[in-house]
């Protein structure tokens, strides 16, 4: 069974981007994957700002990212750029943490004013940590995810569709990559 691992740098639970991770899941879950989830947010901020490589927590963490065959990294857009608990996050993982990994970034802003933030602010980062296969990902706006009254939301059928195409990419190519290998 491929195993998935989506790493939140959401500092914000409830955030909009949790419709984006919850609808990834499901159809990845759907598709036959094992999926985990790391709220970087939920570790502790003394191990993340004091890169405490050997803390339990990040240790369990970056086992999670070891054993995914595919890395999903969705953030909000601050000030045209990822989060910072995801930076410090991913300043954890092991050099070539991501080497030989299918990555797919996902995320969201304000506006369409950061579309590229995906192409020049994460993507070299994962780059250096040895990923060479990394999808281009789903850039969201707020407007495309509505709060219900219910406490859930409800997601745009444009943005439904491009994160669908781009979850199909990511189970297409995972399971060729683990054909090839095998």
């Known amino acids: 069974m491929a195993k998935a691992v989506i790493i939140n740098g959401s500092p914000t639970p409830g955030s909009r981007l949790t419709a984006v991770m919850a609808h990834s899941e499901q159809m990845l879950t759907n598709a036959g994957f094992e999926v985990e989830r790391i709220d970087v947010s939920s570790l502790p901020a003394e191990d993340l700002i004091h890169t ?16 995914a065959d595919a890395v999903i990294v969705a953030s909000p857009v601050y000030k045209a750029s990822f989060t910072g608990v995801l930076k410090t996050f991913l300043d954890l993982i092991p050099q070539k943490g991501l080497a030989g990994k299918i990555v797919l ?39 495309q995810v509505a709060r219900t009254e219910q406490g859930g939301f409800d ?19 995972t399971r060729y990559r683990a054909e090839r290998n095998s």
């Open 155 to 173: 997601m745009d059928e444009v943005l439904v569709e491009r994160l669908n195409a781009a979850l199909d990419e990511l189970v297409l190519e």
């Open 52 to 67: 405490k490589f050997e803390s339990e927590s990040i240790v369990k963490a970056n086992g999670l990212v070891a054993e």
């Open 105 to 143: 970034p996902l995320f969201i802003g304000g506006s369409l004013a950061h579309l590229l933030s995906i192409d020049y602010s994460l993507k070299p980062v994962l780059s250096s940590m040895g990923a060479r296969h990394i999808l281009g990902g789903v850039y969201a706006v707020d407007a």
